[in-house]
């Protein structure tokens, strides 16, 4: 009898649900809601019922925000709450900064209308929403944690100075530092124009050291060219792959030699793209030219703002032409399929699964990383004009 009441009481409990009021479709689901680390708490994203995309809500000036976030990949949508964050923030606060009657303004009061300004400049595609992001970057992981408290009017010379020597203590480049001190007279730049300071401070003058790119000999390029043809289907043992064998980046199936990358190589010299171009490169975006002289037109999206055709050697259109012929013979080669690593559909693995296969080779041909300087970017740079200072058409 305690048995069977006790199994009666359970399918109750297990009922009960059905017998609850539903949640509205619009509500955040529980289990999704997540905040956003080293931001107020009032930072949340969510999914709800009602939508495939990620939102994100906020609590600012007595009243929530809610906003979809276009995104269903959650660490976008952190990233774009963020954003959201930082301009609705400056919507709100920027508008009404002013001299206080008991204190002067903070530097920390001018960030907020700083960054709209910023955005207003990438909306009128002054300035790319990239360097936006590097911007903010810097502004809240940095300079704000130093400069944040103190009052506009009182850093000087000194501040600006001890802030170099902080970055220079953890490890930052001069380029680095350089960058985080332009970041800094951009905030002051601004206040200056809302009349909250009288003039801009000294900034330190920082000597920037140069580390010029690497290159290869035609040596060394055609030891690379003939290695990765001959280690075809190779796998790459494990040391070369290991500091990326995370999450996502743990593809065994990547982890060989793939017939593409003496392709590659052999393109990227004669066609002098950025190696992070590789992954958006498209068949539609090359088309053949054949007139007086021969060669390729790639029609590239827009990287770094530079939306300009690249016109290329010839002796790529010959590569082309036969990485396509065995691209259709696969069953790829359509116009929206990837001219490297096709297969690849998240193609922000394509540089790391080169990178493998690249720093592979380099071992195999004898080629010092620290001489060839150029193995973590893939960078053909220095010997694509050295091709062309000796009148070399390399295939």
């Known amino acids: 009898m305690l048995v069977a009441m006790g199994f009666w009481e359970k399918a109750q409990a297990a009922n009960d649900t059905l017998f609850l009021p539903s949640r509205h479709r619009t509500l955040p689901i529980l289990a999704t809601v997540t905040p956003i680390a080293n931001y107020p708490t ?9 939508s495939r995309y990620w939102q994100v809500r906020c609590f600012l000036r007595g009243r929530t925000y809610t906003q979809s976030l276009k995104t269903t990949n959650k660490q976008a949508a952190i990233s774009e709450a963020k954003h959201f964050f930082h301009i609705k923030s400056a919507e709100l606060y920027g508008e009404h900064i002013a001299v206080r009657e008991a204190s002067v303004p903070l530097f920390k009061d001018v960030v907020p209308a700083t960054l709209a300004q910023q955005q207003a ?37 000194q501040h600006l100075t001890d802030f170099v020597a902080l970055l220079t203590k953890r490890g930052q480049s001069t380029t680095s530092i350089q960058q985080n001190l332009v970041a800094t007279r951009k905030v002051f730049n601004y206040a200056h124009g809302l009349n909250l300071i009288a003039s801009l401070p000294k900034f330190p003058t920082i ?23 001959q280690r075809v289907g190779q796998r790459i043992p494990t040391e070369f792959t290991v500091n990326s064998r995370r999450g996502e980046l743990n593809l065994d199936q990547y982890a060989v030699i793939s017939q593409d990358l003496s392709w590659m190589i052999r ?25 007086k002289h021969i060669y390729l037109r790639l029609n590239l999206p827009e990287t770094k703002k530079h939306d300009k055709p690249i016109v290329t050697l010839q002796p790529a259109v010959h590569v082309y032409e036969r990485l396509l012929a065995r691209q259709i013979s696969q069953g790829h080669g359509q116009p929206d399929d990837y001219v490297f690593l096709p297969k690849q559909t998240n193609r922000e693995l394509v540089l790391e699964t080169y990178r493998w296969q690249f720093n592979f080779i380099l071992d195999q041909a004898r080629i010092g990383r620290n001489v060839a300087n150029c193995w973590r970017r893939l960078n053909f740079d220095h010997l694509c004009r050295l091709n062309l200072d000796q009148g070399l058409l390399l295939v």
């Open 42 to 50: 009032k930072l949340r994203i969510f999914r709800t019922l009602a």
């Open 121 to 157: 400049r990438v909306d009128r595609d002054d300035l790319t929403s990239l360097s936006l992001s590097i911007f903010r970057s810097r502004i809240h992981n940095y300079i704000l944690p130093f400069f944040g408290h103190m009052a506009l009017a009182k850093i000087n010379y």
């Open 207 to 229: 000597t920037i050291k140069q580390h010029p790119r690497g290159s290869f000999t035609v040596a060394e390029y055609w030891s690379l060219v003939r290695l990765s043809r």
């Open 267 to 291: 393109f990227m010299i004669n066609s002098f793209m950025r190696p992070s171009d590789i992954k958006f490169l498209q068949h539609k975006h090359v088309t053949v030219v054949r007139a």
